[in-house]
């Protein structure tokens, strides 16, 4: 996702942090871990070495696996290496060696490298003149992260500058390329020299070219160029909502399925005065919101030259020798963009909670909760996804400065675990620094999209590795279909989406697109085509007859409450909290937590404020009997001097700077046991510090995050 700087003319009215609330500042420079560490999860969570044999497949359930293991679903934990000059760029050799190992410690296998083309061609005058020292420092990070078990996706291309020379606006939405690229020979033709130039050039510090590497997991020809999508982007004051360049070939397609003007006329009831198909001046729609004829046939039109593009792009990288995944079209979840992608071996998709649209003064977020709505943004990828085959979440986050964004580390990898999806990526400039205080515009502060300076969101990661990757959560063994008939799903409206009273039914258990056809049954488990709104609370009443959900299962769709079919997931809308209870990990987020909560062996209660805890077994033991556990504590941080124009803090007056600055916050906790234990601070390094609380039989404590040596979002609990 690319940000468009804007700035909004808004009064300042409020100061920095609220009155009341302590923050304290992080002390740690460096934040590379050290072998051992709480957070080094290398042994833990161990990265095979990548060869021919362990080149990832598509196994016979439509699940990525290893090649000579394809029995066993992998998991990937995604690192989102989206570099620019602003954020520091590739880094040198010995940088990338060390930035590559830190990755593995913390947990990932798979690398997503982003808007490669804007790096390569950066301060670039002349088409396809990469710079020499990018190239270098690209291949050679490649290969770092390949000798740590560390996969990689790629963009075909991100930028709508492509390779083209003389342009300094690579970052931002400017440019037609991402609809030409699908309508335009002399532009396919860009994209394809890119992949031969870029991806079919041998690596010389693999041997090999990416595009023939065993390491080279999935493609996504150009990130987000649905039409509809670009069209939006594009979209100005004053001007025609749709491009100009769409007008001949939807005349051209329309030809085909009409024949003439009379034709057209009939189908869609009339036509515009001066409108003739045989001389190409059927117009587009003036409005993208209006409900026509003409806007269902866009529609298809949209559907026709989608399909048709993501075949050849997919064509010309098995030309090149490419063997793995191809997952194109990798967002904007509509009906339209659904029958797109109905023909991919593969779906990726991206989505965003309290999305962010700049880094200058006036940038603005709603402030609002994942689970107050029910974990939305999830949901409307899940039904996204064709069942049976490879689901890749190439971004998402929940943004920062939201107050509640240390729901994602919870709300994301505990739901993307039960859909059983494939890979999860969270965006950022890169989900890790090696030290704070390098001086580029985008890590003098943090900022949205800029996961790795964020104490909050890395504790959210680290979550995250437990949770989706090493599986304490289950995937659910229910999938509920959402049957798709075809062409015959679209509707007047280009924004028809899957109703949110179904979607709902993500909460607890699998769901998914699958082709209807006639030998489909017409009953049962399934969400029928077409959509019932109302088929919901019918489909939760089939499940506890046939008893998917349990008698005790709580979920209560009327009061907002749900509870995965798996029992470890429950979500109640109206309180703002969601917990996970599974054998090695115990959660819970909240809004607020004045009483106490009982999950399974944890007990947890009286916080000062909104927070994400959690414990989890380092020992791969039980947590009821663990020796050594990984405690996170995640509330809330801002920049040193961060100010707002608004009391709700929505509105940016000025991010500040560095130091980030933890909110301070305690709570109580209890875990059941036998034997001495203490508990001790791990710093934001993974350093161990002096415990702070010690004693024998059940650990019970009041936890503050903040210390003699600073604020940490992690502890360690460690019993004899």
């Not at 050039?201 to 065993?214: E, F, K, L, Q, S």
């Not at 977020?365 to 039904?383: E, F, T, V």
Request: aromatic content about 10%; glycine content about 8%; hydrophobic content about 40%.
């Amino acid at each position: 996702m690319r940000l468009a700087a804007f700035a909004l003319g808004f009064l300042l009215v409020a100061g920095a942090a609220r009155a009341g609330d302590v923050w304290s500042p992080v002390r740690e420079v460096s934040l590379e871990l050290q072998s051992g560490s709480p957070l080094d999860f290398s042994t833990l969570l161990p990265n095979p070495p990548i060869s021919e044999q362990s080149r990832i497949v598509i196994n016979g359930d439509g699940r990525l696996a290893r090649a000579d293991a394809q029995t066993s679903p992998v998991r990937f934990l995604c690192a989102s290496l989206g570099w620019s000059p602003a954020s520091g760029g590739f880094p040198d050799h010995d940088g990338a060696d060390r930035y590559a190992r830190q990755l593995k410690m913390h947990g990932y296998n798979i690398a997503r490298f982003h808007f490669v083309d804007a790096a390569l061609m950066f301060g670039r005058t002349a088409d396809f003149d990469f710079d020499p020292e990018t190239m270098d420092r690209f291949r050679y990070l490649m290969a770092a992260l390949k000798r740590n078990g560390i996969y990689w996706m790629m963009d075909g291309l991100s930028s709508t500058r492509g390779a083209y020379g003389g342009y300094d606006d690579r970052w931002n939405l400017t440019g037609d390329m991402k609809l030409e690229v699908q309508i335009d020979e002399k532009t396919f033709q860009h994209w394809l020299k890119f992949q031969q130039l870029v991806l079919a050039t041998v690596n010389p510090y693999t041997g090999i070219a990416p595009i023939r590497d065993p390491a080279l997991v999935a493609i996504i020809p150009f990130n987000e160029n649905s039409i509809e999508f670009d069209s939006i982007l594009h979209q100005r004051d004053g001007q025609p909502q749709y491009s100009r360049l769409l007008q001949p070939p939807f005349n051209a397609w329309l030809q085909k399925r009409y024949a003439s003007t009379a034709a057209l006329s009939r189908a869609w009831g009339a036509v515009e005065a001066g409108e003739r198909l045989e001389d190409a001046t059927v117009g587009l729609p003036t409005n993208r919101y209006e409900k026509t004829p003409r806007m269902r046939d866009l529609q298809a039109f949209f559907v026709d030259v989608e399909t048709r593009s993501a075949e050849r792009m997919t064509a010309a990288l098995r030309d090149l020798g490419y063997r793995g995944v191809v997952a194109p079209y990798n967002n904007w979840p509509s009906v339209q963009t659904s029958l797109t992608r109905a023909g991919q071996q593969a779906v990726s998709m991206n989505t965003y909670q309290d999305w962010v649209g700049g880094y200058e003064p006036g940038s603005s977020l709603g402030q609002k909760s994942s689970i107050a709505d029910g974990a939305a943004y999830m949901r409307m990828m899940a039904a996204a996804r064709w069942l049976n085959r490879p689901f890749i979440v190439t971004e998402y986050d929940h943004l920062f400065w939201s107050h509640y964004r240390y729901e994602a580390g919870i709300v994301m990898p505990a739901y993307a675990a039960l859909q059983n999806w494939d890979v999860l990526c969270r965006h950022g400039h890169g989900p890790i620094v090696l030290a704070y205080g390098e001086d580029f515009a985008h890590k003098r502060q943090m900022l949205p999209y800029a996961i790795a300076l964020d104490p909050v969101a890395r504790a959210g990661e680290t979550l995250a590795a437990l949770l989706f990757r090493r599986g304490d959560v289950q995937g659910s063994p229910v999938s509920i279909p959402f049957r798709i008939r075809g062409m015959e799903d679209l509707t007047q409206n280009m924004y028809e989406r899957e109703p949110d009273a179904l979607t709902t039914l993500a909460l607890l258990a699998a769901i998914g697109l699958q082709k209807d056809t006639p030998s489909a049954p017409a009953h049962g488990l399934v969400a029928a085509s077409p959509r019932d709104p109302a088929s919901g609370s019918k489909l939760i009443a089939a499940m506890r007859d046939s008893r998917l959900l349990a008698p005790e299962n709580s979920t209560d769709a009327g009061k907002g409450i749900f509870e995965s079919d798996t029992n470890e997931i429950s979500l109640d809308q109206n309180k703002l909290r969601m917990t996970v209870k599974t054998g090695r990990t115990e959660a819970i987020a909240f809004a607020d937590l004045a009483d106490t909560v009982t999950l399974a062996k944890l007990t947890v209660g009286n916080a000062t404020g909104k927070g994400l805890f959690a414990v989890s077994a380092l020992d791969n033991r039980p947590v009821g009997s663990s020796r050594r556990l990984l405690l996170i504590y995640a509330t809330d941080a801002q920049n040193t001097a961060m100010r707002f124009s608004d009391g709700e803090e929505r509105v940016i007056a000025d991010f500040g700077r560095l130091p980030a600055r933890i909110k301070a916050g305690s709570v109580d906790f209890s875990l059941p046991g036998k034997g001495r234990w203490t508990v001790s601070p791990v710093g934001l390094d993974g350093r161990v510090r002096p415990a702070i609380a010690r004693g024998s039989g059940a650990v019970a404590t009041r936890l503050s995050n903040d210390g003699p040596e600073g604020p940490t979002t992690y502890f360690l609990i460690e019993r004899q």
